[in-house]
């Protein structure tokens, strides 16, 4: 048996949460080797920008459409950012093109984000985006209770797994099996 098997905590098929194993030494020293700009276009000037344009252009778009109510106009922009963001930051492992040769193909991209390090300016503010965003469209529902809930639930799906305490947890029901051959 190989090392970096040795390393890997095997789970049972009825658990629902593991912790993601640490980097092999080999996978620290490829993530060492070239800088991952998959990551680092957070800290790009204009990059927080956009997270407001996406924001405006969701509400515009669902403004437009008849007989949808702001209430439901407001939810539906909460719901279509969290969605995004949390397939974005939280689902999706690895580097969408191949230049890291898959040094990061266990790490989403919130874990790829500063090298992993919490309360980065960077994180603070994709921290605070989506509970702002919670706030203005729980403001304009006018506090009523189906749009909170349904507002708060999307934004507990995307603020807990930036929390520090699931720092490479994983759900088991939404995450494949580890692959046991790499």
């Known amino acids: 048996?190989?090392?970096?098997?040795a390393?890997?905590?095997?789970?049972?098929s009825s658990s629902l949460m593991y912790t993601e194993p640490p980097e092999s030494l080999e996978h620290i020293s490829d993530q060492a080797a070239l800088p991952n700009l998959n990551s680092q276009w957070v800290n790009a000037k204009g990059a927080w920008v956009i997270h407001f344009v996406l924001i405006a252009?969701?509400?515009?778009?669902?403004?437009?459409?008849?007989h949808i109510s702001?209430?439901?106009?407001?939810?539906?922009?909460?719901?279509s950012?969290?969605?995004?963001?949390?397939?974005?930051f939280h689902w999706v492992r690895g580097v969408p093109f191949e230049f890291n040769s898959g040094a990061?193909?266990?790490?989403?991209?919130?874990?790829?984000?500063?090298?992993?390090?919490?309360?980065?300016?960077?994180k603070k503010f994709l921290l605070t985006v989506p509970i702002l965003l919670f706030l203005i469209s729980t403001h304009y529902t006018h506090y009523d209770l189906i749009y909170f809930t349904i507002n708060f639930m999307a934004?507990?799906?995307?603020?807990?797994?930036?929390?520090?305490?699931?720092?490479?947890?994983r759900l088991a029901i939404f995450n494949p099996e580890p692959d046991e051959d790499n």
């Open 57 to 66: 252009l969701l509400k515009i778009i669902f403004d437009i459409v008849p």
């Open 104 to 122: 990061y193909d266990n790490l989403n991209m919130w874990e790829q984000i500063d090298s992993g390090d919490q309360y980065t300016p960077a």
């Open 1 to 5: 048996m190989s090392a970096d098997k």
């Open 81 to 88: 950012y969290m969605a995004g963001s949390f397939l974005m």
């Open 7 to 12: 390393q890997r905590r095997r789970r049972r």
């Open 155 to 169: 934004t507990l799906a995307v603020v807990v797994p930036k929390l520090p305490a699931l720092h490479r947890m």
């Open 70 to 79: 702001q209430e439901t106009s407001w939810t539906l922009v909460n719901i």
